[in-house]
T-cell receptor, first 119, second 113 residues
Framework: GAVVSQHPSWVICKSGTSVKIECRSLDFQATTMFWYRQFPKQSLMLMATSNEGSKATYEQGVEKDKFLINHASLTLSTLTVTSAHPEDSSFYIC???????????????FGPGTRLTVL | GENVEQHPSTLSVQEGDSAVIKCTYSDSASNYFPWYKQELGKGPQLIIDIRSNVGEKKDQRIAVTLNKTAKHFSLHITETQPEDSAVYFCAARRDQAGTALIFGKGTTLSVSS
């Protein structure tokens, strides 16, 4: 299937700092990207949906001023966790959909995730 | 919006046995149902999916069945092996552009040899 990469794979930061996570679709154009958060031993919870060139749509309970999402191109979306606190420590996973290899369906491909630890 | 329930939360089987994980969904308009396997510290990997125009799909030891009337779908793994041990997630969504997958809570499968 199509490849989605994330960078960095893990990051440790001090409380109060901001952290940027990149999500790239390597071999297809991602018309829509999604950001999920996963706490230990829990499921993936959808945070927001972003379409290229548009503002992201956030799920209820997700602070848009804290989790800034930018989807400036068809291959790159970024999630910036602003003024991070220990409770923001989590596994962040991006996902992208698009027409890969002429597929008739909007397949959803997942990145490998980014482990964020806020001290 | 969509809500997906998944059972059981944990499942322990002996190597060679079969494992079945069940999910129900709430949105009758959902028509795409994938299953993911997630290993510790990694992103989810698609193992099989089914769309609502079919009732069953099989890929070697893995099969998925769908009952659209009852709004439930199941994952069947036969001849389980220790390397099948992982967390499995079901998901559902409408198969239209811009719609995100909604996940079940996951099932931790342990296969002992």
């Amino acid at each position: 299937g199509a490849v989605v990469s994330q960078h960095p794979s893990w990051v440790i930061c001090k409380s109060g700092t901001s952290v940027k996570i990149e999500c790239r679709s390597l071999d297809f154009q991602a018309t829509t990207m999604f950001w999920y958060r996963q706490f230990p031993k829990q499921s993936l919870m959808l945070m927001a949906t972003s379409n290229e060139g548009s503002k992201a749509t956030y799920e209820q309970g997700v602070e848009k001023d804290k989790f800034l999402i930018n989807h400036a191109s068809l291959t790159l979306s970024t999630l910036t966790v602003t003024s991070a606190h220990p409770e923001d420590s989590s596994f962040y996973i991006c996902s992208a959909t698009g027409l890969a290899w002429g597929s008739a369906y909007n397949e959803q491909f997942f990145g490998p995730g980014t482990r964020l630890t806020v001290l | 919006g969509e809500n997906v329930e998944q059972h059981p939360s944990t499942l322990s089987v002996q190597e060679g046995d079969s494992a079945v994980i069940k999910c129900t969904y709430s949105d009758s308009a959902s028509n795409y149902f994938p299953w993911y396997k997630q290993e510790l510290g990694k992103g989810p990997q698609l193992i099989i999916d089914i769309r609502s125009n079919v009732g069953e799909k099989k890929d070697q030891r893995i099969a998925v069945t769908l009952n659209k009337t009852a709004k439930h779908f199941s994952l069947h793994i036969t001849e389980t092996q220790p390397e099948d041990s992982a967390v499995y997630f079901c998901a559902a969504r409408r198969d239209q552009a811009g719609t995100a997958l909604i996940f079940g809570k996951g099932t931790t499968l342990s296969v002992s040899s």
